[in-house]
């Protein structure tokens, strides 16, 4: 049924819009014309009207078109627009139904993590995150997935020159943090294992935003006594699926 009230010409627009790119900033009529396999004067007509609307600009001298300004408006509109409560809550619901573990949505404020969202589970054991709460970011799989996909050089500054041994599985040594959150960033997981407080193990996956970049992460936090090593290799696919989902609904095209 949508394949048949689909606009044809419409199609071909967005069609040409999207040959530009990274890549392909600018471009000629013969090239969007190669690319789509359209006649020149097919094209001509669809991009002059895209021009009229500002959707299309053209360089007077070249002759190249390129996306127009008019981009900006609706770009800021959309961003503005996009609540990531709003558009992670179906998809933590849905993966706390899944895993019966509580789930959190964590941003980064400052050196500190803050849990903006949640569901927990309906377990009589389990653990309890008050919305707004917050913790120095290097304490948390939450905040070390977020900081590990930060510059090289601002990484340090989330880390204390002298890490407080929290538990017996702390990593006290700061070099030895450092390696582990590059380790994070490759594998695209991090992982509490009982470093902050005994007893709760939690997994954590970044959100990438609509510019590419990590501002918020997806974590499911659990008692030891459940969170076995099989159990943490299915949530650590689970959680890395639900945060590339919300990634892909806030504007993410990684």
């Known amino acids: 049924m949508k394949d048949k009230i689909r606009v044809q010409s419409i199609d071909r627009a967005i069609a040409i819009l999207e040959c530009f790119n990274e890549e392909n900033k600018e471009l000629r009529l013969s090239d969007i014309s190669e690319r789509l396999g359209l006649n020149k004067s097919t094209v001509h007509g669809i991009i002059s009207t895209l021009k009229y609307h500002g959707f299309i600009s053209q360089d007077d001298e070249t002759q190249k078109y390129r996306l127009g300004i008019r981009f900006i408006r609706?770009?800021?509109?959309?961003?503005?627009?996009?609540?990531?409560?709003?558009?992670?809550?179906?998809?933590?619901?849905?993966?706390?139904?899944?895993?019966?573990?509580?789930?959190?949505?964590?941003?980064?404020?400052?050196?500190?993590?803050?849990?903006?969202?949640?569901?927990?589970?309906?377990?009589?054991?389990?653990?309890?995150t008050t919305i707004g709460a917050r913790l120095p970011a290097y304490t948390t799989a939450d905040g070390k997935i977020i900081i590990s996909y930060q510059n090289k050089d601002k990484i340090k500054t989330y880390i204390p020159k002298r890490i407080p041994q929290h538990t017996k599985n702390t990593v006290t040594n700061k070099a030895d943090f450092i390696k582990k959150l590059e380790e994070m960033k490759q594998k695209g997981y991090a992982i509490d294992n009982e470093e902050f407080v005994e007893g709760i193990k939690c997994v954590a996956a970044p959100i990438f935003d609509h510019d590419g970049k990590v501002r918020f992460s997806l974590s499911t936090t659990g008692p030891a006594f459940r969170m076995k090593d099989d159990k943490i290799k299915e949530l650590i696919v689970i959680i890395k699926e639900a945060a590339n989902e919300i990634s892909r609904r806030i504007g993410y095209k990684g």
Do not use: Q, Y
């Not at 895993?99 to 009589?124: F, P, Q, R, Y």
């Open 74 to 128: 609706f770009g800021d509109l959309v961003v503005n627009s996009l609540n990531i409560r709003n558009v992670a809550m179906p998809v933590i619901v849905e993966v706390c139904n899944k895993i019966e573990e509580t789930v959190h949505v964590a941003m980064l404020d400052g050196t500190d993590v803050v849990w903006i969202e949640k569901k927990e589970c309906n377990k009589s054991i389990k653990t309890s």
